[in-house]
C-alpha cells in the first residue's frame, strides 16, 4: 500500500480481556516497529522487527505484551488480560533501512473499561 | 528512559511569526530526527540531521544540531495556523534498534 495501515483505529474493551492490534507496514521495508503514547507524553518504543532476526523485545511493559511478524510484513500486537493502564494509542512504524526515517501508521486507540 | 526533552512544552504564537523549538539529548548520535504529530495520531517526519551536519534546512524549516551542548532546535518561520501540531525530536537507542522521543512541545497557532 501507499502507507503504514494499522487496524482497528480504535477499539474498546474490557478489563481482563485479550485485544490483538494489526499493523501492515510500508512494502519493502523490512524494520517494523511498534510504539505506545499515553495522553500527553511521547512515544515508549515497545518491540522492533528487522528482517528474520529475532525481534528486540527490550521494550515489552510486561509478559501480557507480545507481537509476532509474520512473513516479514504483517505484524500483530496481542495484549492479554487487559489492564485500564494498557489505554492509549498504540502506533506501528516502518523503515527501509536501520536508523533511517520512520513511517508511522494512524495508530490504534485502545480504551480499557 | 528518555533521552529527548523538548522545551517549550507548550507554545503559542500568532500567524505569520516565527516559532522555535529545543530539544536536549544525553547520548552520543548518529543522527537526530524531527517528527510532527496532528491531533494525537500518526507521526509525519520532518527532517533528519546526521551528527556532522550542524544546520540544515527543508521549505520554512530550519534544524540546528550542536552535538557538544547535546542539543537541537527547530525553526518553523513565517507560521501558518496548519502548523498546529505537537513536534518530537528523536534520536536512537543506543542499540539502534527503535528511536527515543521526547514529550513533545505542544504548537498553537492562532489566525
Known amino acids: 500500500g501507499a502507507g503504514v495501515s494499522q487496524s482497528p483505529s480504535n477499539k474498546v474493551t474490557e478489563k481482563g480481556k485479550d485485544v490483538e492490534l494489526r499493523c501492515d507496514p510500508i512494502s519493502g521495508h523490512t524494520a517494523l516497529y511498534w510504539y505506545r503514547q499515553s495522553l500527553g507524553q511521547g512515544l515508549e518504543f515497545l518491540i522492533y522487527?528487522?528482517?528474520?532476526?529475532?525481534?528486540?523485545k527490550s521494550g515489552l511493559p510486561s509478559d501480557r505484551f507480545s507481537a509476532e511478524r509474520t512473513g516479514g510484513s504483517v505484524s500483530t500486537l496481542t495484549i492479554q488480560r487487559t489492564q485500564q493502564e494498557d489505554s492509549a494509542v498504540y502506533l506501528c512504524a516502518s523503515s527501509l533501512k536501520r536508523e533511517g526515517e520512520q513511517f508511522f501508521g494512524p495508530g490504534t486507540r485502545l480504551t480499557v473499561l | 528512559s528518555q533521552q529527548g526533552e523538548e522545551d517549550p512544552q507548550a507554545l503559542s504564537i500568532q500567524e505569520g511569526e516565527n516559532a522555535t523549538m529545543n530539544c536536549s539529548y544525553k547520548t552520543s548520535i548518529n543522527n537526530l530526527q524531527w517528527y510532527r504529530q496532528n491531533s494525537g495520531r500518526g507521526l509525519v517526519h520532518l527532517i533528519l540531521?546526521?551528527?556532522?551536519?550542524r544546520e540544515k534546512h527543508s521549505g520554512r524549516l530550519r534544524v540546528t544540531l550542536d552535538t557538544s551542548k547535546k542539543s537541537s532546535s527547530l525553526l518553523i518561520t513565517a507560521s501558518r495556523a496548519a502548523d498546529t501540531a505537537s513536534y518530537f525530536c528523536?534520536?536512537?537507542?543506543?542499540?539502534?534498534?527503535?528511536?527515543?522521543f521526547g514529550k513533545g512541545t505542544t504548537l498553537s497557532v492562532s489566525s
Open positions: 528523536a534520536t536512537w537507542r543506543q542499540a539502534g534498534t527503535a528511536l527515543i
Open positions: 522487527f528487522q528482517g528474520n532476526s529475532a525481534p528486540d
Open positions: 540531521i546526521r551528527s556532522n551536519e
